[in-house]
Nanobody, 126 residues
Framework: QVQLVESGGGLVQAGGALRLSCVAS????????MGWFRQAPGKEREFVAA????????LYADSVKGRFTISRDNAKNTVLLQMSNLKPEDTAMYYC???????????????????WGQGTQVTVSS
Protein backbone atom coordinates (compact mmCIF):
# COMPACT_ATOMS: atom_id res chain seq x y z
CA GLN A 1 0.00 0.00 0.00
CA VAL A 2 1.47 3.33 -1.07
CA GLN A 3 1.41 6.08 1.53
CA LEU A 4 2.30 9.72 1.01
CA VAL A 5 2.63 11.97 4.04
CA GLU A 6 3.03 15.72 3.64
CA SER A 7 4.35 18.14 6.23
CA GLY A 8 5.71 21.65 6.49
CA GLY A 9 2.62 23.75 5.94
CA GLY A 10 1.67 26.66 8.14
CA LEU A 11 0.83 30.32 8.41
CA VAL A 12 3.28 32.79 6.90
CA GLN A 13 3.23 36.45 5.93
CA ALA A 14 3.34 37.52 2.32
CA GLY A 15 6.91 37.48 1.07
CA GLY A 16 7.83 34.66 3.40
CA ALA A 17 8.94 31.11 2.70
CA LEU A 18 7.97 27.56 3.55
CA ARG A 19 9.34 24.15 2.66
CA LEU A 20 6.91 21.32 2.16
CA SER A 21 8.02 17.73 2.48
CA CYS A 22 6.38 14.53 1.29
CA VAL A 23 7.61 11.13 2.41
CA ALA A 24 6.55 8.10 0.40
CA SER A 25 6.38 4.45 1.38
CA UNK A 26 5.00 1.26 -0.06
CA UNK A 27 6.96 0.81 -3.28
CA UNK A 28 10.09 1.88 -5.10
CA UNK A 29 9.98 5.65 -4.91
CA UNK A 30 12.60 6.22 -7.59
CA UNK A 31 10.44 4.49 -10.22
CA UNK A 32 7.85 7.27 -10.26
CA UNK A 33 7.61 10.92 -11.09
CA MET A 34 6.06 12.99 -8.33
CA GLY A 35 3.93 16.09 -8.30
CA TRP A 36 2.61 18.81 -6.03
CA PHE A 37 -0.91 20.15 -6.41
CA ARG A 38 -2.98 22.62 -4.44
CA GLN A 39 -6.62 23.30 -3.86
CA ALA A 40 -8.15 26.45 -2.45
CA PRO A 41 -11.70 26.52 -1.05
CA GLY A 42 -14.25 26.56 -3.85
CA LYS A 43 -11.65 25.95 -6.52
CA GLU A 44 -10.48 22.94 -8.48
CA ARG A 45 -7.27 21.16 -7.65
CA GLU A 46 -4.47 22.68 -9.69
CA PHE A 47 -1.00 21.66 -10.73
CA VAL A 48 1.91 23.32 -8.95
CA ALA A 49 5.07 21.39 -9.83
CA ALA A 50 6.30 17.98 -10.89
CA UNK A 51 9.62 16.20 -11.01
CA UNK A 52 10.80 13.23 -13.02
CA UNK A 53 12.15 10.02 -11.56
CA UNK A 54 15.76 11.17 -11.68
CA UNK A 55 14.97 14.85 -11.19
CA UNK A 56 16.26 15.66 -14.67
CA UNK A 57 12.85 17.07 -15.62
CA UNK A 58 11.07 19.65 -13.48
CA LEU A 59 7.86 21.35 -14.46
CA TYR A 60 6.15 24.34 -12.86
CA ALA A 61 2.87 26.15 -13.14
CA ASP A 62 3.35 29.64 -14.52
CA SER A 63 1.96 31.09 -11.31
CA VAL A 64 4.82 29.68 -9.23
CA LYS A 65 7.69 29.67 -11.69
CA GLY A 66 10.69 31.47 -10.24
CA ARG A 67 9.32 31.27 -6.69
CA PHE A 68 8.91 27.55 -6.03
CA THR A 69 11.47 24.78 -6.44
CA ILE A 70 10.70 21.08 -6.49
CA SER A 71 13.35 18.52 -5.61
CA ARG A 72 13.60 14.92 -4.54
CA ASP A 73 15.86 12.65 -2.54
CA ASN A 74 15.38 9.09 -3.75
CA ALA A 75 17.52 7.70 -0.93
CA LYS A 76 15.05 9.17 1.57
CA ASN A 77 11.87 8.60 -0.48
CA THR A 78 11.18 12.31 -0.17
CA VAL A 79 9.98 15.04 -2.49
CA LEU A 80 10.30 18.66 -1.40
CA LEU A 81 8.66 21.90 -2.44
CA GLN A 82 10.60 25.00 -1.47
CA MET A 83 8.30 28.00 -1.65
CA SER A 84 9.55 31.56 -1.46
CA ASN A 85 8.11 35.02 -1.96
CA LEU A 86 4.74 33.61 -0.99
CA LYS A 87 1.61 35.50 -1.92
CA PRO A 88 -1.90 35.42 -0.43
CA GLU A 89 -3.10 33.68 -3.59
CA ASP A 90 -0.82 30.75 -2.73
CA THR A 91 -3.11 29.95 0.18
CA ALA A 92 -4.42 26.42 -0.29
CA MET A 93 -4.18 22.82 0.80
CA TYR A 94 -1.10 21.35 -0.81
CA TYR A 95 -0.96 17.71 -1.86
CA CYS A 96 1.82 15.51 -3.14
CA UNK A 97 0.99 12.73 -5.54
CA UNK A 98 2.59 9.84 -7.40
CA UNK A 99 2.51 9.90 -11.19
CA UNK A 100 0.96 6.90 -12.99
CA UNK A 101 3.87 6.86 -15.41
CA UNK A 102 1.73 6.90 -18.57
CA UNK A 103 3.51 9.85 -20.17
CA UNK A 104 7.24 10.10 -20.96
CA UNK A 105 7.44 13.24 -18.84
CA UNK A 106 5.81 14.10 -15.51
CA UNK A 107 2.11 14.76 -15.89
CA UNK A 108 0.40 18.00 -14.97
CA UNK A 109 -3.17 16.66 -14.90
CA UNK A 110 -4.42 15.39 -11.53
CA UNK A 111 -6.17 12.51 -13.28
CA UNK A 112 -2.79 11.06 -14.23
CA UNK A 113 -1.71 10.66 -10.63
CA UNK A 114 -2.50 7.48 -8.76
CA UNK A 115 -1.77 8.06 -5.11
CA TRP A 116 -2.29 11.18 -3.03
CA GLY A 117 -1.35 12.38 0.40
CA GLN A 118 -3.81 13.93 2.82
CA GLY A 119 -2.43 17.42 2.30
CA THR A 120 -0.83 20.16 4.32
CA GLN A 121 -2.38 23.60 4.70
CA VAL A 122 -0.50 26.71 3.58
CA THR A 123 -1.93 30.07 4.58
CA VAL A 124 -0.33 33.31 3.46
CA SER A 125 -1.47 36.48 5.15
CA SER A 126 -1.27 39.88 3.49
Amino acid sequence: QVQLVESGGGLVQAGGALRLSCVASGRTFSNYAMGWFRQAPGKEREFVAAIGRSASIRLYADSVKGRFTISRDNAKNTVLLQMSNLKPEDTAMYYCAEDMGILPIPATAPSLYTYWGQGTQVTVSS
